[in-house]
């Protein structure tokens, strides 16, 4: 009587090795399908094929991978550009490029929302603003402190903008806003009253360079 053949044993071992340029790829296609919050060490390794542990070989941890990948998009993305000879014209335009670049990237918004994470190929872009301030009559730390305040403008933009429209997408009914300022008392709120009825309109205008443009005027009036 022939005996039936032996089931193949499944292969041991290590896992097959990775490299990094899969670990970032595999979490930037679950960050932009899913959202950064479903991003996990333990996802990442199940979609790449290994194990947590062989993760760490490239990422200590999720903060690590975040840089990664926000080095990696800007890398794709923020190319040094000919800027104009004017110092402040050259301070709106380096920062235009990295709202430009972030906006158009929803899953930056969380990443941003951490102050320390950041690109570092985006600092030719700040060396940039900097210079520019500088040339402009600011003192270094006078550039630096400017140079924060024109970041803090962008990434808020970006922020606020990005959530609102995803909340948009999200549910088409009345935002809690519309209906308080459908019910505004003219006698308590005129100004508010006024504009009530273009309020969504005029608030999602892309002001975004003016903005800019007025806070660089500020930053260098104030010295």
Known sequence: MQQPSPTPRKATGRPPRISQE?????????????????????????????????????????????VLLLDDYAARTLH???LPA?????????ASAIHDALAACPWIV????????????ALWF??????????????????V?????????????????????????????????EQVFAGLDPAVHPR???????????TAQDSYRDGLRALVSGLLATG
Not at 131 to 142: I, M, S
Not at 153 to 160: D, K, Q, R, W
């Open 110 to 121: 969380e990443v941003l929302a951490a102050d320390d994470l950041f690109s570092t190929h």
């Open 80 to 82: 040094p550009v000919e």
């Open 145 to 177: 402190q400017g140079y924060r305040a024109i970041w803090y403008y962008t990434a808020g933009e970006i922020v606020v903008r990005t959530t609102a429209a995803r909340r948009r997408t999200d549910d088409d009914r009345p935002t809690y806003r």
């Open 86 to 94: 004017d110092p402040r014209e050259r301070v709106l335009t380096a």
């Open 126 to 143: 700040v060396e940039q603003i900097v210079d520019g301030l500088v040339d402009c009559g600011l003192t270094p730390e006078r550039a």
């Open 22 to 66: 899969e670990v970032v790829e595999a979490a930037r296609r679950i960050v932009a399908e899913e959202g950064v919050e479903r991003l996990t060490m333990r996802r990442l390794a199940t979609d790449i094929g290994s194990t947590p542990m062989a993760l760490y070989h490239h990422v200590h941890n999720k903060e690590e991978l975040l």
């Open 192 to 202: 508010l009253a006024q504009v009530a009825d273009r309020w969504e309109s005029l």
